[in-house]
């Protein structure tokens, strides 16, 4: 079958899929970025208890894998009163564990600020929240581009298992054409192409904008 | 929930933790032949490397056990979801150990190659007594984070119909709609052997400390 033929037939459904995929992702990247700044403010404001609750909640789901919120979620939502779509449940469940990740990554720039800072911060009489929002947050979210782009493509990967919850992503996409064509691999193949240039996308979009940010 | 469902779960775990221990074997063995590629001298061995890495790294796991999965069979090799899942997390986590031990052996100081080529040692020798202990120590913390990664990864075999701790607790919700206790009882199930892994390799580092040798990690 000629390029073409194929393209006409099988484009439309690749398409919903990355559609699906790049959408979910996206939204999930941003929401998962947001929750670790939270995250960092909790940790570094709410004192020694609230240090210990984030370190509790980043232990919890960096030792389990990401199928096990998927699942809660998806099956829980519903029997509490929450009969939210599938795909929000699985990007909630993405939100909450990549933003555990990116909760500990933005901790490790934190480290990286000049502690002359701070002191100069309260010597111009900023409130906490005013150094948080104008000094801290800025500086730690440009420090941290790289290692962000690194568990944005985590991410991206792993919009593969909300499959598993019925959502028409990419790789359900692939198995529902194997299962009706028949053809062992080639859904696949074509799949696994498109995800490397999802990826590779993502990984020239955080170095451009690494570039573009970085400051001195 | 069901009396008898706790000991599927635990039985699930174990196979589970043997899953993931056969994959860092096997991933750690494949992983040595991958680091030797990456500093081949000949140009297309270093590429064959690169290509490895980079397919392997930018698809997502599922895709690839789900691509085994159906395209084994289609070869006449009958393997079932056991092998195939095995197969596939050993070619997941080479790439990721060999990542680890190439930023090994580029974190051995300049001076240890050159004092062990100006004693005459020969390759073999160098290998063992150089390279090896010193890419061991360097490389120990982010080895034992690719095989914490290896127990969770382990979990989306059970899409492709591995029987593990994931798709135990799956079948379990289905029959009982116990959701939280299942899912609460396979997260720390989950939690013990990651966490397990990981303070075991803390300790194993501070076995192979080696005084006085720490200021000279390049």
Redesign the interface.
């Known amino acids: 079958m000629g390029f073409a033929r194929w393209a006409a037939i099988y484009g439309p459904t690749y398409a919903t899929g990355l559609a699906w995929t790049a959408a979910t992702a996206l939204a999930a990247a941003g929401g998962a970025i947001a929750w670790g700044c939270v995250l960092l403010l909790i940790r570094l404001s709410a004192g020694r208890w609230g240090a210990l609750g984030v370190d509790g909640y980043v ?2 789901f ?7 919120p998927i ?2 979620i998806y ?2 939502f519903p ?1 509490i009163g929450l009969p939210w779509p599938a795909v929000v449940c699985g990007a909630l469940a993405l939100i909450l564990q990549n933003g555990a990740y990116i909760s500990e990554i933005l901790r490790g720039s934190v480290n990286a600020i000049d502690r002359v800072q701070f002191d100069a911060a309260r010597s111009l009489g900023l409130a906490p929240w005013n150094t948080f929002r104008k000094i801290v947050l800025p500086q730690v979210l440009v420090y941290s581009i790289p290692a962000l782009g690194n568990q944005t493509v985590l991410l991206l ?5 909300l ?2 919850i019925s959502i028409t992503e990419l ?1 359900m996409q ?2 529902l054409l ?1 299962e009706q064509t028949g053809a ?2 080639e859904a ?2 074509v ?2 192409l498109l ?2 240039l999802l ?2 996308g993502t990984e020239v979009v955080f170095r451009a904008s690494h570039r573009a940010v970085r400051w001195r | 929930m069901p009396a008898g469902s706790l000991q599927l779960l635990a039985q699930g775990a174990i196979v589970s933790l043997l899953l993931a221990a056969s994959a860092i074997v096997g991933g750690t063995l494949l992983a040595i032949v991958l680091a030797v590629m990456a500093f081949s001298r000949l140009a297309a061995v270093r590429a064959g490397y690169r290509v490895y890495v ?2 392997v790294r ?7 056990a ?2 085994l999965f ?2 084994l ?3 006449d090799l009958r393997t079932g979801p056991y092998i195939a899942g095995t197969l596939v997390l050993i070619i997941y986590t080479a790439a990721l150990f060999a990542e680890v031990f190439r930023g090994g052996v580029l974190a051995i100081p300049r001076p240890q190659w050159e004092s062990a080529r100006s004693l005459g040692l020969p390759p073999l020798a160098m290998f063992r007594k150089v390279v090896a202990p010193l890419v061991t120590r360097y490389t120990l913390p982010p080895y034992v984070n690719v095989c ?1 990664m290896t127990v ?5 075999l ?2 492709i119909s591995v029987w593990e701790l ?1 798709l135990a ?2 079948e379990i ?1 289905e029959r009982t ?1 116990a ?2 206790t299942v ?1 609460g009882l ?2 720390a199930f ?2 013990v052997m ?2 397990g892994i ?1 303070r075991l390799g803390r300790r194993l580092e501070r076995h192979l400390a080696l005084r006085g040798f720490a200021g000279e990690r390049a």
């Open positions: 232990q919890l960096r030792n389990t894998p990401v199928l096990l699942y809660l099956f829980a029997m990967k792993d919009t593969s298992l499959s598993a790789t692939a198995k194997t062992a691999y696949f193949i799949v696994a995800y490397l990826v590779s | 980079y397919v930018g698809t997502p796991l599922l895709v690839l789900l691509l159906y395209a069979p289609a070869l914490v969770k990864a382990s979990s989306v059970s899409i994931t607790a799956r919700i709609f959701v939280f899912l396979a997260a989950y939690f990651c966490f990981d």
